[in-house]
Nanobody
C-alpha cells in the first residue's frame, strides 16, 4: 500500500488549500483515513480522520476551518483547509489505518506554508 499526498504549497494567512491523498494497493472498506501534521522541531500531531461510514473527528485547533472527506471508489482522501493561520504551517501526512488487514500506512507528506 502506498500513499501519495499532494496539494501543499505557500498561501497567505486567511487563504485556503486542498490536500489530496491517493492510496494505491489493497485496503479494506473499513479502513480509516486521516491527516496528521508536523511543524519544524515539533512532534507529529493529529489533524483529522474519517472512518468508512463517513464519521469525522478533528483536532480542536482546526475545527470549523478544516474539512476531511473521502472518495471510497478512488481510495482518496481530501483535506479542505480554510482560514489558514501561520500556526498551520507544517508538513501534512496522510494516514490509513486498516484494522481489517492489520496495516498502518503513511505517505511522505506535503508541505504547507502559511505566511502572515
Amino acid at each position: 500500500v502506498q500513499l501519495q499526498a499532494s496539494g501543499g504549497g505557500l498561501v497567505q494567512a486567511g487563504g485556503s488549500l486542498r490536500l489530496s491523498c491517493a492510496v494505491s494497493g489493497r485496503i479494506s472498506s473499513f479502513a480509516r483515513m486521516g491527516w496528521y501534521r508536523q511543524a519544524p522541531g515539533m512532534q507529529r500531531d493529529f489533524v483529522a480522520q474519517i472512518d468508512s461510514g463517513g464519521d469525522t473527528n478533528y483536532a480542536d485547533s482546526v475545527k470549523g476551518r478544516f474539512t476531511i472527506a473521502r472518495e471510497n471508489a478512488k481510495n482518496t482522501a481530501f483535506l479542505q483547509m480554510n482560514s489558514l493561520k501561520s500556526e498551520d504551517t507544517a508538513v501534512y501526512y496522510c494516514n490509513v489505518f486498516d484494522e481489517h488487514y492489520g496495516g498502518d500506512y503513511w505517505g511522505e507528506g506535503t508541505l504547507v506554508t502559511v505566511s502572515s
